[in-house]
């Protein structure tokens, strides 16, 4: 079974700061990696995905994360936040050939003016 | 860009009355999905369709719920007879093919059970 830890539930960050969104995963076997997006009372988005290659991935609206095997973790971050990317992020995990995407609890992110 | 589409976007019923939400994936899309976010909780894993056909489900997926694609474009889950607990935001996905094709979700239906 996979599970995903997302140690931070809330992060304040000033608009044009710098923000980092933890992710850890545990897993005995390979798995792929996401970051979903949920806007107010909209969807779950897909900001980016690891499958396999090079470690670092971009995604939309400036993001990208660092998958780092030995310290199973798939960070996420942004170099200089806008008002607009304030939503709750969600860090996801699926193991090679199992259907269920497993989710971590979710982590708010709040931009402050 | 393609959608996937679920209505109603809420939808209010009664503690033992029968409720069906439904979705339109994307129309080229082979696999389907229904999550669930309780207020405040993880998203959580349901169902998965594939070929007309469960292919995993979770605990939570017992009995009292359904899934059905009853023509080529619709995919609606069911729940018999609706408890409190069942209170939550229904997410619709699906994808192309392949474990890594990415999910695309739904803007949910939210189920409230008074």
């Known amino acids: 079974a996979q599970s995903v830890t997302q140690l931070d539930s809330q992060v304040p960050v000033f608009e044009e700061a710098p923000v980092e969104l933890r992710c850890n995963y545990s897993?005995?076997?390979?798995?792929?990696l996401f970051w979903y997006v949920q806007y107010p009372n909209q969807g779950l988005q897909l900001l980016l995905k690891?499958?396999?290659?090079?470690?670092l991935v971009k995604g939309i609206n400036g993001f990208e994360a660092e998958f780092n095997k030995s310290q199973t973790s798939f960070h996420l971050r942004k170099p200089s936040v806008h008002i607009s990317d304030t939503a709750e992020y969600f860090c996801?995990?699926?193991?090679?050939?199992?259907?269920?995407?497993?989710f971590g609890t979710g982590t708010r992110l709040t931009i402050i003016p | 860009e393609p959608e996937v589409t679920q209505t109603p976007s809420h939808q209010v019923t009664q503690m033992g009355q029968e409720v069906i939400l439904r979705c339109v994936p994307i129309s080229n899309h082979l696999y389907f999905y229904w999550y669930r976010q309780i207020l405040g909780q993880k998203v959580e894993f349901l169902v998965s369709f594939y070929n007309n056909e469960i292919s995993e489900k979770s605990e939570i997926f017992d009995d009292q719920f359904s899934v059905e694609r009853p023509d080529g474009s619709n995919f609606t889950l069911k729940i018999r007879s609706t408890k409190l607990e069942d209170s939550a935001m229904y997410f619709c996905?699906?994808?192309?093919?392949?474990?890594?094709?990415?999910?695309?979700f739904g803007n949910g239906t939210r189920l409230t059970v008074t």
């Open positions: 996801a995990v699926v193991a090679f050939g199992n259907e269920k995407l497993t």
């Open positions: 897993s005995s076997v390979s798995v792929y």
């Open positions: 996905a699906s994808r192309v093919q392949s474990y890594n094709s990415p999910l695309h």
């Open positions: 690891y499958l396999s290659g090079s470690t």
